[in-house]
């Protein structure tokens, strides 16, 4: 059965890698077609089982659903960090009171607590600065508040809410 799950994630993580080639590039030219199924390959080969955003995801209509409510609450997200950063940038004075925070997460896949931590760092004020078991340290450019609860609800609730259904 091992084996059958190494076969199952090695074309799962190729063709997860073919489609954002083809889906970047824009092309089905001949030569872009061969130089990413070849880049593909080679990249599920070395690594198979270990970078698949899909290795973790709950198979599930609820997960997958969740998966798209998730890019839209992300993009929503970084659309209202990027004013909030712009605000304080365009302030005389820059109201900064930047600070590292400690935040908790439920979230015990190993694949759910990465997009997670990616995603703060993504969204611009706040960077991931390390993640040990289920704290993570978040630098904030403005800390609204130190109380790990506060912090937790105001920066990870959001995210987890759907990474929670889709990895567990």
Not at 30 to 59: C, K, M, R, T, W
Not at 136 to 159: E, K
Request: hydrophobic fraction near 50%; aromatic fraction near 12%.
């Amino acid at each position: 059965m091992h084996q059958v799950q190494r076969v199952s994630s090695f074309f799962q993580l190729f063709l997860t890698l073919a489609i954002f080639w083809f889906w970047l590039n824009g092309s089905l030219a001949i030569d872009v077609v061969v130089v990413g199924l070849i880049a593909s390959f080679v990249i599920a080969a070395l690594f198979n089982g270990g970078l698949s955003a899909f290795s973790d995801l709950q198979p599930t209509p609820k997960a997958i659903g969740y998966s798209l409510l998730y890019v839209v609450f992300f993009f929503k997200e970084l659309v209202k960090s990027n004013f909030g950063l712009a605000r304080i940038v365009l302030t005389p004075g820059l109201p900064l009171s930047p600070g590292i925070v400690k935040v908790r997460t439920k979230l015990k896949s190993r694949m759910g607590r990465m997009l997670l931590a990616n995603s703060i760092t993504l969204t611009p004020g706040t960077l991931t600065v390390e993640m040990t078991g289920e704290w993570l340290y978040i630098h904030c450019v403005t800390v609204s508040s130190t109380d790990t609860d506060i912090a937790t609800a105001n920066i990870v609730s959001g995210f987890e809410h759907y990474l929670e259904v889709m990895y567990g």
